[in-house]
């Protein structure tokens, strides 16, 4: 089964308020996290990333927050826009025995922004 | 997506037949992927390359081949096509010592 999740597969918001993504995660050895937005007839987009020997990483109006005692991931939107409208998924790096590492992704959360 | 992509963008195909979706790079990236997405599942690793004739087995690779003989294609094959495969495929790729992958625009296939 997957090892990265999502709390809400949902998420509605008002233009201008913050939005905040949650995302779980169960393995212990992942060393990075990414988050992707992922618009309708696209493919993923790279929004920001966290290594894990950090907690916190800011970037152009986004936040990601890594809490590893329990295992968490969330990301936040500050001012949230009408374009920030999109499928948010979370990803973990696992590396295999083979050397070579590969991203396991969550399901996602549809996010919606209300003008 | 630059430097990526994917082709066809969209197939529709029969049960029983084989099929073969193209990930061109121009990015002289080492590492190659692809990934179906159901809903529900979010995005599933299929198969992946770490170099020219050098892949290996995702997730959900059952049904599927790859084959990467140049740096800047990596093949995904379908021996024999069945409606569970009807999903939309995406191919991503990344740098050695870069955890940011770059995905394609996908291909969606319908098995009928």
């Known amino acids: 089964g997957e090892s990265v999740g999502l709390h809400l597969p949902t998420l509605s918001v008002q233009e201008g308020d913050n939005s905040i993504i949650n995302c779980a995660y169960s393995n212990s050895a992942s060393d990075y996290f990414i988050w992707y937005k992922q618009e309708s007839g696209k493919g993923p987009q790279f929004i920001i990333d966290i290594r894990s020997n950090m907690d916190k990483r800011q970037g152009q109006r986004v936040t990601v927050l890594l809490n590893k005692t329990v295992k968490h991931l969330s990301l936040q939107i500050a001012a949230t826009q009408p374009g920030d409208s999109a499928v948010y998924f979370c990803?973990?790096?696992?590396?295999?025995?083979?050397?070579?590492?590969?991203?396991?992704f969550g399901k996602g959360t549809k996010l919606t922004v209300n003008p | 997506d630059a430097g990526i992509t994917q082709s066809p963008r969209h197939k529709v195909t029969e049960t029983g037949t084989p099929v073969t979706l193209r990930c061109h790079q121009t990015?002289?990236?080492?590492?190659m992927y692809w990934y179906r997405q159901d809903p529900g599942h979010g995005l599933r690793l299929i198969h992946y390359s770490y170099g020219v004739k050098d892949t290996d087995k995702g997730e959900v690779s059952d049904g599927y081949s790859v084959s990467r003989s140049k740096t800047e294609d990596f093949l995904l094959t379908l021996e024999s096509a069945t409606s569970s495969q009807t999903s939309v495929y995406f191919c991503?790729?990344?740098?050695?010592?870069?955890?940011?992958?770059?995905f394609g625009s996908g291909t969606r296939l319908t098995v009928v």
């Open positions: 990015e002289n990236h080492r590492y």
């Open positions: 990803a973990e790096n696992i590396g295999s025995k083979g050397g070579s590492e590969k991203l396991v």
């Open positions: 991503a790729i990344r740098e050695q010592g870069d955890f940011g992958y770059t």
